[in-house]
């Protein structure tokens, strides 16, 4: 009876354990959603028709893209694709309105703020890694769906500006240069008020060159 009791215990503990910490991982360990703070629900049809409205009202350029549902889990729910927010931008593909909504309020009141402030001009052109990617988080076999998988995802590189000069994540971040790698902290920093879940060159060697954005439901997690 006694051996009986202290397997049962032992069974019990186990089960205890999270399974996000069985093993290693090479992204920093993120907190899990505050409790009472669901996961973003998909936008119902009045609510995508806002978000098109917002866009539009805004100056977005971008067009509507149909609803598709992939094999895997993969989806491009609720998307557009943008060209600009004001300025040019490169590399995107399908995006969740809301995250490009988000993206174009952090361009206009974050990013050419920062720009003026540490690099006394304007950003001319943004270039992007993309949106949409059906793959699990960080290539890596067996992990769940990354963000780019549904659409609700973008990675950043490098900020064309007005003046001509090009400032890259990869080579800016840790760079030379002091006011281009306090320009690329401002806009991270000013990223982490407006998405869910941004990480940067600091997180780990995977995002070196980009800072990633989206609006999972994992956040906040900000690095």
């Known amino acids: 009876m006694r051996r009986l009791i202290t397997l049962m215990l ?12 069985q093993g290693g991982s090479s992204r920093p360990t993120r907190p899990s959603r505050p409790s009472g703070r669901p996961a973003p629900a998909e936008m119902s049809g009045a609510e995508m028709r806002q978000c098109l409205a917002d866009l539009s009202g805004k100056g977005v350029r971008y067009t509507p893209l149909p609803n598709k549902v992939m094999a895997g889990g993969c989806n491009q729910i609720g ?14 593909g399908p995006m969740k309105c809301e995250l490009a909504l988000r993206f174009s309020n952090w361009v206009n009141d974050a990013v050419q703020k920062a720009a003026q402030v540490w690099l006394d001009t304007q950003v001319s052109r943004i270039e992007s890694f993309g949106t949409y990617a059906c793959r699990p988080i960080n290539n890596r076999e067996g992990a769940r769906l990354s963000e780019h998988a549904r659409a609700d995802a973008i990675d950043i590189s490098a900020f064309v500006l007005a003046d001509g000069r090009r400032v890259t994540v990869r080579d800016g971040w840790n760079g030379s240069d002091p006011r281009a790698r306090e320009f690329l902290r401002a806009v991270h920093k000013a990223a982490c008020r407006r998405f869910s879940i941004v990480i940067g060159p600091d997180a780990n060697a995977l995002h070196h060159d980009h800072l990633h954005f989206d609006l999972g439901g994992n956040g906040p997690y900000c690095h």
Do not use: E, F, Q
């Not at 032992?10 to 910490?21: E, F, H, N, Q, S």
């Open 10 to 21: 032992i069974l019990a503990l186990t089960g205890c354990i999270p399974a996000g910490r």
């Open 79 to 92: 998307t557009v694709r943008v060209t600009d927010v004001g300025v040019p931008v490169t590399g995107t």
